[in-house]
């Protein structure tokens, strides 16, 4: 299909997906540090430094993810008001069992990689291989945490 021709309404439109992809992202690192606080059970140090190495890496994706918001010339969202309206994925839970805390961020991924799917889509269509490109990258991230849980889960 081709491409339509990249303009400040097709910035905006791409940006306004970014701004969802923020929300996701900026939550699931949220639920990823305090599972980090907060998991128990034998296999604690293995999940503390798994859950560690993974808030690290989507923090850091968090703040790309923004600026390229800002590159697009749009405001990023900030604060938990605004970041909690674009996003699905609900708080964590300290008191879950370290199994559940698992299968909840395997969750939290998925919705997170719909939601670069879609905005990848939209960049596609808006001719936006920056933000396409972003997009496909974490999504490969995101699909790499999914499976180190998913590993982490078999008994
Ligand atoms: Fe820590």
Not at 28 to 56: A, D, M, S
Request: one cysteine or more.
């Amino acid at each position: 299909m081709a491409a339509a021709a990249k303009t400040a309404d097709t910035d905006k439109g791409v940006a306004h997906e970014l701004s969802k992809v923020l929300a996701d992202s900026f939550t699931i690192y949220q639920k990823t540090h305090g599972y980090h606080w907060n998991v128990r059970g034998p296999n604690f140090r293995g999940l503390h430094l798994l859950l560690e190495e993974q808030y690290n890496e989507i923090w850091t994706s968090v703040d790309e993810i923004a600026e390229r918001i800002r590159a697009l010339d749009q405001f990023a969202p900030m604060g938990h008001g605004a970041l909690g309206n674009l996003t699905s994925i609900k708080d964590g839970d300290p008191t879950l069992s370290a199994k559940e805390m698992l299968k909840d961020l395997v969750d939290g991924h998925e919705v997170t990689i719909a939601t670069l799917k879609h905005a990848a889509d939209v960049a596609d269509e808006a001719g936006d291989i920056s933000t396409n490109d972003l997009c496909t990258q974490r999504i490969t991230a995101h699909e790499k945490h999914r499976w180190m849980l998913k590993a982490s889960l078999e008994a």
